[in-house]
């Protein structure tokens, strides 16, 4: 069964501050990454979606890789801000045959809760 | 684009009460997916649907739970009777296929007293 696991739990940086999230799997056999942020009391928002066989993705001051070899990626955030406060969280989906038929089915990580201060 | 829309946002109600919610997925999305939210147990899917198919059900806690997907527009999650521990956020999202992009609605806040 698949596991995701984020660190830290909570981080909190003043603004300007570049940092790194963490994000390992259990199972290699993964089809995708995604990384999402969620505000409080809102839904969740896609930032970025890697494919197993790419090593990073990049959109804005965002930056996610991925080692699928060593179940990890990590999301660099460059020159943070205070709207960048919120929690982040990862997902996989799994490789052909590694979800049977539920290729859609994503397994998330309990989030990292990011503060920027200002 | 709306964007996913679910109602209501908020419920209230109490222990032996049927609860529905509605999702109405992004126009053109062809997979629909309904999660729960808490803080014990973070985000888990519930069931997801690919065109108007159930794919996988496996995370319905129990017979108490259903879901429904009559139109490529409307989905249901419907719980009879609802119990306490029910209490959480439920998400509904939408991808055009299956392994993409998934964009989430708001959530529905219910609570079970």
């Known amino acids: 069964k698949q596991e995701v696991t984020q660190i830290p739990a909570a981080l909190s940086v003043p603004e300007g501050e570049n940092l790194v999230l963490n994000c390992s799997f259990t199972d290699s056999a993964i089809y995708n990454l995604q990384w999402f942020r969620q505000d409080p009391g809102k839904g969740l928002t896609s930032l970025l979606l890697?494919?197993?066989?790419?090593r990073e993705q990049t959109s804005g001051r965002l930056n996610a890789s991925l080692d699928k070899s060593s179940g990890r990626s990590t999301l660099y955030i460059a020159a943070s801000q205070p709207g960048d406060s919120a929690t982040y969280l990862c997902?996989?989906?799994?490789?052909?045959?590694?979800?049977?038929?539920?290729?859609?089915?994503?397994?998330f990580g309990q989030g990292t809760i990011l503060t920027v201060h200002p | 684009d709306a964007g996913v829309i679910q109602s209501p946002r908020h419920e209230v109600t109490e222990m032996g009460q049927e609860v529905t919610l509605r999702c109405k997925p992004i126009s053109g999305h062809n997979s629909l997916f309904w999660y729960r939210q808490t803080m014990m147990r973070g985000l888990e899917l519930l069931i997801y649907?690919?065109?108007?198919?159930?794919?996988?059900d496996s995370g319905m806690p129990e017979d108490r739970f259903s879901a429904k997907m009559p139109n490529a527009s409307f989905s249901t999650l419907k719980i009879q009777p609802s119990e306490p521990r029910d209490s959480a956020v439920y998400f509904c999202a939408s991808s055009r296929q299956e392994r993409e992009t998934q964009y989430f609605g708001p959530g529905t806040r219910l609570l079970v007293l």
């Open positions: 997902a996989v989906s799994p490789s052909l045959g590694a979800g049977g038929t539920s290729y859609g089915k994503l397994t």
């Open positions: 649907f690919n065109n108007n198919v159930p794919i996988d």
């Open positions: 890697i494919q197993s066989s790419q």
